[in-house]
């Protein structure tokens, strides 16, 4: 999904004599929110799946992904993509690209070239080490050795979108509970729709939506998703779960091309109308992000035809993730609970039916009439 315009050149800064400011004056450029990323890749290590951890640590992401991946690969450069391409993220300074090998260069320069970042390659040696000098063939790039020069690469113009605050640390540890994700678990079995699907908005017959969640609720559950999880897949599905209150099994009937950007709007599917069959949902805008985080990560990893979010094999990595969160659904009082109360019952909605069902007698006993 490469940007509709040209990427910008590639910026090369020489730090001729490895002065500690230039080091100190990208670093402190550093400020994801503000859509910049300085890049410091961890000492000892030339592997290319080491430098997307690192990126994805420098977007305040937990740099292993938890999941499931066909061979045991896990698609860290895919995920780093998918995360630079959805976020406010314009510029990517790396230091240290003198210790680059060639492939990890070229890694970069098409993560550049899919996310359109200004990409800046901060090198501290005299002159362009052969490796960097091989990978930078293939791009159109400029070198300066002016300090002011690299600076203003390493800012670039200020967003204009507000950052998000972060929570203070007493409150980060704290449950956030949410009626939304009652149903997260229910065991419901809707399937997608094999043939072309262009739902209708939602309409709910049979259950009453989701509580919209408060400004100050919504700017916590945000920060909360994107520091648990690297993999979008996972953070979309609870982020979707929040607005839809839909079971995992229907969430796993989204594919990417069931969310539609421009509408803003997210397509469940359900055949058998078990809820409330085929229906678009609207799309908050704090769940874009994650949402479009997903489809860039399906279509770079999976295909066309995967799901969009969590599939059913994927439900402990998914609890997980809320939990790592702290976002929960009701919980039972407390003379109920089937377990100690740091145990998160995901079930309990699905248990009070059952129990409620049980109570019906199948049929009343009637005098014979004999």
């Known amino acids: 999904m490469p940007p509709a315009t040209r990427p910008p050149s590639v910026t090369v800064v020489i730090d001729r004599d490895d002065n500690v400011i230039h080091t100190h004056t990208a670093l402190a450029a550093h400020h994801p929110p503000s859509g910049r990323i300085t890049l410091h890749p961890g000492p000892g290590t030339t592997s290319e799946t080491g430098l997307a951890h690192d990126l994805l640590a420098a977007l305040g992401k937990p740099p292993l992904l938890t999941g499931r991946f066909p061979g045991g690969r896990q698609p860290a450069w895919e995920a780093a993509t998918a995360w630079m391409t959805a976020l406010p993220v314009t510029r990517l300074t790396v230091l240290r690209a003198h210790r680059l090998t060639t492939h990890r260069t070229m890694r970069l320069l098409e993560l550049r070239a899919l996310t359109g970042i200004h990409l800046t390659l901060v090198c501290h040696r005299p002159r362009l080490p052969a490796a960097l000098y091989r990978a930078l063939q293939t791009a ?6 002016d300090l002011d020069a690299a600076r203003r690469h390493y800012y670039g113009m200020p ?56 400004a100050h609720t919504t700017q916590k559950v945000a920060h909360r998703l994107h520091a648990a999880t690297a993999h979008p897949r996972l953070a979309a599905a609870v982020a979707a779960a929040l607005f839809t209150g839909a079971s995992l ?49 399906t279509r770079l990893a999976s295909g066309e035809d995967q799901e969009l979010l969590a599939a059913p094999g994927d439900r402990a990595h998914l609890l997980r993730v809320a939990e ?31 129990e409620r069902y049980e109570a019906v007698p199948a049929r009343r006993a009637r005098p014979s009439r004999r």
């Not at 204009?160 to 605050?165: N, Q, V």
């Not at 099994?249 to 539609?260: F, G, I, K, N, W």
């Not at 009082?333 to 109360?341: C, D, E, F, T």
Request: charged fraction near 25%; include cysteine; glycine fraction near 4%.
């Open 249 to 297: 099994q229907q969430l796993s009937t989204a594919r990417p091309r069931d969310y539609d950007t421009a509408a803003a709007t997210l397509a469940l599917h359900d055949r058998a109308r078990y809820t409330d069959g085929c229906a678009a949902h609207p799309v908050p805008p704090w769940a874009g992000t994650f949402l479009r985080a997903a489809v860039c990560f």
């Open 159 to 214: 967003i204009a979108e507000p950052p998000l605050a972060d929570e203070s640390a007493g409150t980060a540890g704290r449950w956030l509970t949410l009626p939304a994700l009652e149903r997260l678990i229910s065991y419901d079995s809707p399937r997608p729709c094999i043939d072309p699907c262009s739902p209708p908005p939602i309409i709910w017959r049979h259950r009453p939506p989701p509580v919209p969640l408060t």
């Open 140 to 145: 159109d790039y400029s070198v300066t050795t």
């Open 324 to 354: 790592t969160a702290r976002v929960r659904p009701p919980q039972p009082p407390a003379a109920r609970r089937k377990g100690p109360v740091s145990h998160v019952e995901w079930d309990w909605r699905e248990r009070q039916e059952a």
